[in-house]
């Protein structure tokens, strides 16, 4: 049996004994049965109602247990941009948080999701500017390096398990991480899994960020690769329509004493496609050691986004 068996009663005892200690040492001990809401091979999380309100846990295998270390530091970093935990196991990765309401997700309304989700990237891409002298902090933590993309790429195609891992890297694949590498933009936190349902609206205005599990220290722009692509599919964007340049210039903003307007686009489109190998070691190490056994889609998700690094940017 996994020694991080979701399922397990023995794991569950574990965890709720935990939980229970926490929220006691807290003054608010769990006021009923606590409630597994959402499993999945890589992680767990379970509802716990208080006389302060709910509560949330969260487990990660340990390929991502360095998110509890990560979201401790960044809400210490980053005081109201970034979910606080109440509680972390650093070493297991389990993580206790305070219930922040619906994701603006769930608040957005039909029609505002641009606005929205403009003032959103600018609010994150600030936050990563802030994060620039914390790289060694992070990676000290156990947040994963991908400041060198191309031999990361090279660890995953050969790596038992990989689809088509001896196929060859896109033409170009070299050169597009020796441009990124030379154009001054600093390396930072990129959360990997930027959408609408990972941010909370924050009281009195701006938001607060979270989900850090997929999360490593690299170049920036990398966060695009997901977060415009699921505007895209949000709002059916074709590559390259306005609203789109719209968001990435609104995203490119904040960095513009860095690099001319010019080169950081440029510097947009080969991050959005050089991220694709960052989303595939992503994959590998959600289900490397998986709590559960794994789907199909998920198993084959890092070979899917290796066969996506040929493809164009939608910026």
């Not at 020796?178 to 609408?196: G, I, K, R, W, Y």
């Not at 991050?271 to 789907?295: G, I, K, M, Y």
């Amino acid at each position: 049996m996994r020694a991080n068996d979701w399922t397990s009663p023995q794991w569950r005892s574990s965890a709720h004994d935990w939980i229970t200690a926490r929220l006691t040492a807290l003054g608010t001990p769990p006021a009923g049965p606590i409630e597994e809401v959402r499993v999945r091979p890589w992680s767990v999380t379970h509802r716990v109602s208080t006389s302060e309100g709910v509560r949330w846990f969260k487990a990660n295998t340990p390929a991502c247990a360095y998110e509890a270390g990560l979201a401790s530091a960044l809400a210490s970093w980053l005081p109201g941009r970034v979910l606080a935990p109440l509680a972390a196991d650093t070493t297991r990765g389990w993580l206790l948080t305070a219930d922040a309401g619906p994701t603006i997700r769930d608040r957005i309304k039909p029609g505002d999701q641009l606005t929205v989700w403009t003032a959103m990237l600018q609010t994150y891409a600030s936050m990563q500017r802030a994060l620039e002298p914390r790289c060694d902090a992070m990676l000290a933590l156990g947040t994963p390096d991908l400041r060198k993309p191309a031999d990361v790429l090279a660890s995953l195609r050969y790596e038992p398990g990989i689809r088509d891992r001896n196929r060859s890297p896109a033409p170009g694949f070299a050169d597009w991480c020796a441009e990124l590498a030379a154009d001054t933009v600093p390396v930072t936190l990129q959360h990997d899994d930027l959408t609408d349902a990972n941010v909370f609206p924050a009281p009195g205005g701006g938001f607060v960020f979270f989900d850090w599990g997929d999360a490593s220290v690299g170049h920036p722009f990398g966060s695009l690769l997901v977060a415009l692509g699921f505007a895209a599919a949000m709002l059916d964007l074709k590559p390259m329509a306005p609203e789109l340049l719209r968001l990435r210039d609104a995203y490119l903003e904040p960095w513009t004493d860095v690099a001319p307007p010019a080169t950081l686009r440029r510097s947009a489109s080969l991050a959005f496609r050089v991220a694709r190998v960052s989303r595939a070691a992503a994959w590998r190490r959600a289900v490397e050691n998986a709590a559960l056994p794994v789907d199909e889609d998920f198993r084959t998700a890092s070979a899917y986004w290796l066969s996506e690094i040929p493809k164009p940017a939608l910026i």
